[in-house]
């Protein structure tokens, strides 16, 4: 038997968020906040109440039974009819007082106390007390013997006592009911306050989503939400970097695409009018000259499309966990440059370096390095290219030095940038972005690069690489 597959959901029709989503953070805070010392309160008056009401029914117990004790010890008086009564018949107030016989015979004060068989058992001396509440009269009732079969029974009302404890209860659930909406007030001033940072957080994201307005929060404060702040600003200012480059990127490289493509565009634009039948016809040569020119171009064009690729592809962070040889590395791209330049002699001294990084890029960066010193070097030069660590300071550097003539000192803190291009470069091939690889390279493997006056009055680059000391011991 085939289990139909459960149907998948419906994504242009989401389920309706629950009653709990529905609610805001700020009501579940001030909600929590209320019921915790709902609970608490509750708690404490329900104690406070049952201690209170226990204190006051035990202290009425004990002063009713002391008083019924001190009447039948006490004094006797004679009435009018001859008969001996306790003195407390004439002096007690607030209780009610009689003495009941073995026999049932009750007498005394005609408001009498409840009586019942417990008191009657006390008469007889069945029982040495009784205590007891009345609930019919709503009072409490003791009996304590009296000389021979006899019991003094004593009452008091309990109305007093249930008033004090009504007094209370008002008192407890007044305060109470304060002190949650004191609670529930001092919630939702606290989830205000505390969630006014995610606030300025959202609205922060909300507006970067709909304007793409990079611009930080403010942050007061040192607390996590403040931490949090902090993170989200650096994160809109390496987007916002993010963005700067791309756009510069772009603009740059429209401009740089523009002069070639305009050169293809009208050469191209030559070579079709010439092939009309009714159009001056070209001379051979003109027509080589054209092609070579549309030659050079379409390299020049090729050239600069893997530098913008090379270039975005190392604005992508990427993670450098490799071990590389420098000399294999910079070998290669001596193997390389030598095959572009073979007229250029390259004098090197390598020591041995191995580092953590991408060989690849490494590679790509040491060739650019080559390439630049082989173009400004002339026919027949020399280009010393040096691999030696710095004593001291866990790296090492590598010099390229040509021997062509040299780079303005007013121009070497930008040779390093994007399509950045001397007066004197301008009119040699290129696209100006080669040396900028070199700088991304370096950087991105905790490193940096220097322009200087070699000391064959050429240019000198030099860039500087960490590495692993243990592994260079090792070497």
């Known amino acids: 038997m085939t289990v139909p597959a459960p149907p998948p ?21 001030t909600w929590l906040a209320a019921m915790c010392v709902a609970g608490a309160v509750a708690l404490v008056s329900v104690g406070a109440f049952v201690t209170v009401r226990d204190s006051l ?46 026999d049932g015979t009750v007498f005394g004060p005609e408001q009498r106390p409840p009586m019942s068989v417990l008191e009657l058992s006390v008469a007889k001396g069945q029982a040495q007390r009784s205590l007891r509440t009345d609930k019919p009269s709503n009072s409490r009732v003791v009996a304590v013997p009296t000389g021979r079969n006899a019991a003094l029974v004593m009452s008091t009302s309990l109305q007093p006592t249930q008033q004090t404890l009504a007094q209370l209860s008002v008192v407890l659930v007044v305060m109470g009911g304060a002190g949650i909406l ?5 919630g939702t001033a606290v989830a205000r306050a505390g969630l006014r940072p995610v606030q300025r957080l959202t609205a922060a994201a909300e507006r970067v989503a709909l304007t793409g307005d990079l611009r930080p929060i403010p942050v007061s404060g040192d607390d996590e939400l403040a931490r949090l702040t902090a993170s989200f600003n650096g994160m809109l200012t390496a987007l916002a970097e993010s963005q700067e480059r791309q756009r510069r990127l772009v603009a740059d490289a429209g401009h740089e695409l523009r002069t070639p493509l305009t050169s293809l565009r009208t050469n191209l634009e030559l070579l079709l009018a010439a092939a009309r039948p009714d159009a001056p016809t070209l001379s051979e040569q003109d027509r080589q000259e054209m092609f070579s020119d549309v030659q050079a171009q379409v390299e020049e064009l090729s050239a ?4 913008l690729v090379e270039l975005a592809r190392e604005d992508t962070p990427q993670a450098v966990h490799e071990s590389v040889d420098l000399v294999e590395v910079v070998e290669r791209a001596l193997g390389r440059a030598q095959r572009r330049a073979p007229r250029t002699e390259f004098d090197v001294r390598l020591s041995p370096w191995v580092m953590m990084g991408d060989a690849t890029a490494l590679e790509r960066a040491v ?6 010193a082989a173009k400004w070097s002339p026919e027949g030069g020399r ?10 300071t866990g790296t090492s550097v590598l010099e390229v030095a040509d021997s062509g003539p040299g780079i303005a000192e007013a121009d070497r803190p930008f040779v390093f940038e994007r399509f950045y291009r001397s007066s004197v470069a301008r009119t040699l091939p290129g696209s100006g972005l080669g040396l900028s690889i070199v700088k991304q390279v370096a950087e991105r493997h905790g490193g940096s690069v220097l322009a200087a006056q070699a000391p064959e009055g050429g240019a000198l680059l030099r860039m500087t690489l960490p590495g692993n000391s243990q592994q260079n011991e090792q070497q």
């Open 9 to 29: 959901p419906d994504v242009d029709n989401p389920p309706p968020p629950s009653r709990l989503q529905r609610v805001s953070l700020r009501n579940r805070v």
């Open 367 to 372: 060739l650019n390095l080559l390439d630049n």
């Open 383 to 392: 280009v010393r290219v040096e691999l030696h660590p710095e004593e001291g």
């Open 304 to 307: 600069l499309v893997g530098d």
């Open 182 to 186: 004191l609670a529930a007030a001092a």
């Open 57 to 102: 029914y035990q202290q009425l117990d004990d002063n009713l039974t002391e008083r019924a004790v001190e009447a039948a010890e006490g004094p006797l008086v004679r009435t009018s009819d001859l008969q001996q009564v306790p003195v407390a018949f004439f002096v007690a107030t607030n209780f009610k007082i009689n003495v009941l016989s073995a």
